[in-house]
């Protein structure tokens, strides 16, 4: 069990929380129902968005990368809005699918750019995707907000999963004395709002793109295991 308060009893008042994602979805799939009840508490909720989205319908000819990244970021503002956020986030607009390839100059700016954001908000928590995470952008921004949590000084980061649930191996999860684990207790008006958040996200519920067949696409068991009763988050260890 975490020995700090649960969530839902945390009196958050105007602190900060930074949520990083790795794609404008990425935050309401992994941790919408905490976001919602957060702001509800008070908190000012800052979401970092690392990448422009633009990956998710490689095919389509009705829409190239630049209209894609500009529909994902105006869903990604209209799902904050239902979460209860008003904080402007922040667009990094990484090239989708090319964290886990940067050169190390390009490594070091992301970096930077993500301690100094740790820096600027001095977050009471942080948030973002778990270190293994199935998803190459989601590992890599995992490695790159780690190393800038380090040089930014900054230890209340947590982990959520997006995709290690439906996807992931046994070695994809938390390993005995990794993390912690917490467990977050979404009521049903919170849930509600996630899931009127993620369907925000209408380029990735089949509502936008018809034309590229092998886009991604949110289908119902996902949705399933994204909108439960409760949310997990995993804290790393202190060495």
Known sequence: MW?????????????????????????????????????AQGA????????????????STRFNAAELAR????????ALTTLGIEVEPIFLNATDGRLANLMKSERMRV?????EILRAEKPALAFAPWRRDVHPDHVASAGLIEDA??????????????WQPLQGTDEDAPRKGEVTTVCVEISP????????????????????????PNGFRIDSSMLSAWTRASETFFQPVQR
Request: hydrophobic share 40%; net charge neutral; with cysteine.
């Open 3 to 39: 020995n700090s308060p649960p969530v839902a009893e945390w009196a958050m008042g105007d602190q900060t929380v930074v949520v990083f994602a790795p794609h404008p979805d990425d935050d309401a799939i992994g941790c919408g129902g905490t976001l919602s009840l957060l702001a």
């Open 44 to 59: 000012r909720c800052v979401v970092v968005y690392l990448t422009d989205g633009s990956g998710s319908h490689p095919a």
């Open 71 to 78: 529909i994902r970021a105006g869903e990604a503002r209209r």
């Open 111 to 115: 970096v930077e750019r993500l301690a």
């Open 149 to 162: 949590a380090a040089r930014a000084r900054f230890k209340q980061l947590l982990f959520y999963p997006v």
């Open 189 to 212: 008006w919170h849930l509600a709002r996630k899931r009127r958040a993620i369907a925000e996200h209408r380029s990735q519920t089949g509502s936008v793109v018809d034309d590229d």
